[in-house]
């Protein structure tokens, strides 16, 4: 018989062993599943995994995948340190790709790119924050919960994106699709390596993992927001002011989310269509908790979960399975993730037919 | 006691328990006679309660054995101790607020019970044993004392043949300490065994015939305890000799540090106490202590005190200066520090290391510059911190709940104290904390009171505000008395505050606390 037995202390070991045997769980599981649905679990593993990145452009495409999930993850992590639950990253991504790519339609005719996009990312953090400053100000004003409100405002800031390109923001030459005009060059980032689609803005998530790296070891406000997190009375008793906490952890995530909306729509995609994302927002939270809320850590994850969507489309593309696979693969990752955080606060002993009575 | 033909009621022979980390009990032999009153002495963390527990059935024993009344058994659950005759009344209480004195006895008893039949049980046991309880009254308007009454009642209508009591006194007035050891003798006197949990030594003396003492896990000792001396007792438990006290003949006392006027306070919690008006001030160079019962107003004047809870400007000076709207950190920069009774998750963070505990209260002082962690600083703070106070940790980067709670007491109070205080009010200076960190503590609180600081002590231990205080009030039903000074009072009359029977001002609405 398995008995969980709690441990004295929780097991470092652990804490990062955990998403290591969530992933390996994941790929056992994952094989099960390729032999099910009636593919050869070797053939279907090199497909998923290996095939989408056996070339440069291949590997390009994986940066560019992992580079919003990597920066929404930091920004959410901020929060989530903090016991701030942001989960309408997706929400905030929209609405600053939103901002941003207003700022490009407006402005890209009279504008030169070194100042054009600048503003698009001023415009594309802010128009992520002003979403997430929706929960935090009926948080500390209402004691609202943060988590429905940012989720419900998802599907908000989708309507409003949609109701502007099918609208005002409709591309005229565009035959009736719900898509805007198609940006100039001087709204659109630089492309850093030539054959592949890497565009500038995974500087951007260089630049914000080593900024997070020192704000979460040195900064005095990371220790404030984590003493909340980890024991709210103790943050009241060390005279921490709590609403702080709640804005600085909202605004993170949407600032972060608002950065990579630019960056999709400024790179990539060039233009405000539906969907701007393929769920970054959702996946970056899986990504924020298997690296375990550290920058480092995201950085892994946000590679893995970008191989995921990867391997999803390959998968569909080679072995004819349904797009519904990456979606399979990132579930199972956060599901297994969560059954084995249980080992590091308990321990498996295996118990013989004879219980341990007293005499 | 001429009781050596029968069996013994109890004994218990090699009883070892191990936990992954300590050793809570270790080959440890008791024997309890009938209608005896046994005392199983110990500090915090000697292994008194899981040996309890294990007697209760709450706890296995990994080896040894148990004896009731000559028969060996083994004690699978509470419900099989019940059976066999042995009532445990814990130290905490476990009754549900909402229902009256009868339903929360019915829950408890084993068999489903005919209530109107029941009632008149609990009448007719309460009375016998001079534990009057009204069946039908609501548990959330009963005092402390009352509801441990019911505790005990719940025990008695099983007429056990062991009683096992886990630091009942805690929580009582010495009146109502007076009135349980009428009972407890009584219960005795007809054949009932007490196994009797404390670390209070003059209790032990007045009340136990024969004392187990356990330090570490292991029984250093039985002593007959009408025969020894507290000290004697107290070297026995630590192990070592008590220090005494060190009080300067001259004392100054300056001017008022801490004032506090009219705070008036209403509560969000149903079943918390509010404020009424309380007057309070505190001097540079003095002790000020107040006494009093858990839950007459205690935890509410410490979140107004400490800004955890602020109110208005004018209800709290600082050194002179309007603090009320204050939150605790703009009270901390006017000189005030706090040591709250909660340790781990108030006073600490129980996940963090010591070093980012001191930053906790300390980022004003030099841990933090500009915004960031000086770890340099907050190593060698914590480390001098750890030095100073002989806490018993593995060093600076140990979590703070590795910690037992007396080490993370003398933590916390240490980094309080190097924070350069001018006003420090602390709660349960001593719970939980071995006698000889205790006598640290207070000696600490002395001499710091000796350097100039105004010292607020809350606490429910009569005995240690005699000993360190120089005046002292008593907070009852919300409203605090006015401080005397030690040498014009006595502990009886200390006492009768608390039980609120001589009040300041006739409020009809007084909790009747006994």
Redesign the interface.
Known sequence: MIRLEP???PSRAMVYLSPLLAMALMLVVGMIVFTLLGQPPLKAFHAFFVEPINDWYGFGELLIKASPLALIALGLAVGFRANIWNIGAEGQLTMGALAAGGMALWLQDSTGVWILLPLMFIAGALGGMLWASIPALLRTRFNTSEILVSLMLVYVAGFILSWLIHGSWRDPDGYGFPQSKMFESNALLLILIEGTRVHAGVLITVVALMLAGVFF?????A??M??AG??P??A??????QKKTVWIGLLAGGAAAGLAGTAEVAGPIGQLLMPISPGYGFAAIIVAFVGRLHPLGILLASLLMALLYLGGESAQMQLGLPAAVSGVFQGMLLFFLLATDVLIQFRVRWVGKTS???? | MSLKQTPPRLELRGITKR???VVANQGIDLVVQPGEIHALLGENGAGKSTLMKIVYGVV??????LVWNGQAV?I?SPAQARALGIGMVFQHFSLFDTLTVAQNIALALDQKQDMPALSKRITEVSNRYGLPLEPDRLVHLLSVGERQRVEIVRCLLQEPQLLIMDEPTSVLTPQAVRKLFETLRRLASEGCSILYISHKLDEIRELCHTATVLRGGKVTGTANPQLESSKSLAELMIGKELPAYKRASTRTVGEPRLVVNNLSRATDDPFGTPLEQIQLSVHAGEIVGIAGVSGNGQQELLYAL???KPSQSSDVLINGQAAGHL??????SLGLR?V?E?RL????????SLE?NA???G?ANGL?KA???QYANIREFSKACIERFNVKASGPEA?AK?LSGGNVQKYIVGRELMLNPEVLVIAQPTWGVDVGAASFIRQTLLDLSHAGVAVLVVSEELDELFEICDRIAVIAAGQLSVAKPVAETSIEEIGLLMGGTRLLKNTSEQRGTL
């Open positions: 441990r004295p202390e070891r040195w900064s005095l406000t220790f404030q984590r003493v980890l024991a009375k103790a009241l008793y060390a005279g921490f002011k341990v009575g007293a005499a | 936990y992954p980390s296995k024993p990994d080896t040894g054995s083994t699978r400490s800004g955890e939150d605790a950190g703009g009270r901390r706090f709250p909660e998750g108030r006073g600490a963070v129980p996940e963090m980012l930053l906790l209260t980022y933090s915004g960031f962690i979590a590795s």
